[in-house]
């Protein structure tokens, strides 16, 4: 009997059994609540085999900063297929019925973070964001002088009590940032759960602290206490909306009492932190992936950004998982907007749809794609004129997993 793909009509419970076989590790109950918040069952594909489930793959529907915007993009999540079944094409079948239905709402990009980063390239997603995993030592906290730090007031809150105020600052930069997504209230929720940050074990309860001048919030941070073996800071955000707040809220963060040093493993790789620290090798940074984006609507995407200075170039995207991306696509933009038409004109400049994915939100430079043979360049000085149309002036960043 073959496999059917299709939309999921069960309940939350029934994906339970599946989920846990599929990750190895069960879940504990707060991860099942925190997820169960947040899942959104209309948009579940799943895979059946003989009236057994044996796949399944989720959407999130976000609202993503692009450069000079935003757009619904659709978060690829819970992706797992029971052990039995693998490496039949289950999870290929899923990938197709999924960018399928993301295409027929009219979501241009869909979005992952993944357990393991060659799953998904084969399905047209590119590295768009990377972020730094670091641990400071106390010794080796000191900071540059920062203008009016002193004149920042840090305070110790209750976290639930300032949930929606800290969302909100919160929201506000998020628009100024690709990558990052609106938190409306079940994510504001979801980003306090336990499932957030890595280890919860040993460690204290997620704890607020928030930055004010004269009064007025000018950021936050979530962080827990963790006092096994060497104890530390286990920074899990920090946002402000100026460089006075975002320094004192590190410099509290960095001197821990009793504790001997401070880890934040999302730090936006650009983070002022790092060119603050007196000695840049504190850190001891480490690049991890993050958000891997994937075209789904070349021509939308295209259009729905503003790109940094004028550009007109036909690309040629070669695209085999979602044929109606494949072809040329004129993108005439600049700071104001742009357009972008399927034409049959020469192309100037001919990529794979992974990496068109990669260098949308502005990371990393298309002339860094092209010096590794990844984008063929057919006109002289197509390259370099569309690579700084592509760039942006903050690197796309994701603050929260999903
Ligand atoms: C990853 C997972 C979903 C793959 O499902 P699957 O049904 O076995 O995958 P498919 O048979 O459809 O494979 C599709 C392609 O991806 C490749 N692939 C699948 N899983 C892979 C992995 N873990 N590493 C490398 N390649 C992988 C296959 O080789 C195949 O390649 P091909 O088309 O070139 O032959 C499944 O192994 C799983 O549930 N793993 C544990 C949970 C997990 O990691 N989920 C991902 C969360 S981000």
Known sequence: MAIEIGQFSGEWDDLLELLDMAFSSPWTDAQYEAERGIWERERSVVAIDDGQLVGHTGTFSHRMSVPGGQLPVAGVTMVGVRPTHRRRGILRDLMRAQLTAVHEAGEPLAALTASEPVIYPRFGYGLAADHQEIVVPK????LRPV???DDIRIRYVDLRE?????AELRNRLALERPGMFQHDERWQVYAISDNVTSSTANASKLR??????DGELTGFA?????????????????HAVDLASHAALWRYLLEPDLLSQTHCEMLASDDPLLDLLLDPRAPSPITRDGLWIRPVDVGRALAG???ARDVDVVIEVADDFLPWNAGRWHLVGGPDGATCESVSRD???????????AVYLGRPSLERL???????????GALAATAQAFSTSRLPFLDTGF
């Open 347 to 357: 192309a100037d400049l001919t990529l794979d749809v992974r990496d068109l994915g």
């Open 370 to 380: 092209g010096r590794a043979g990844l984008v063929a360049e057919h006109t002289a």
């Open 305 to 307: 950004r503003t790109y």
């Open 208 to 213: 607020c602290v928030v930055a004010e001048r």
């Open 147 to 149: 203008a009016g730090i």
């Open 139 to 142: 010794v080796s906290r000191a």
């Open 162 to 166: 300032n949930l929606a105020r800290c």
């Open 222 to 238: 979530y962080y827990r206490t963790k006092r096994a073996e060497k104890g530390y800071v286990d920074v899990q955000r920090v």
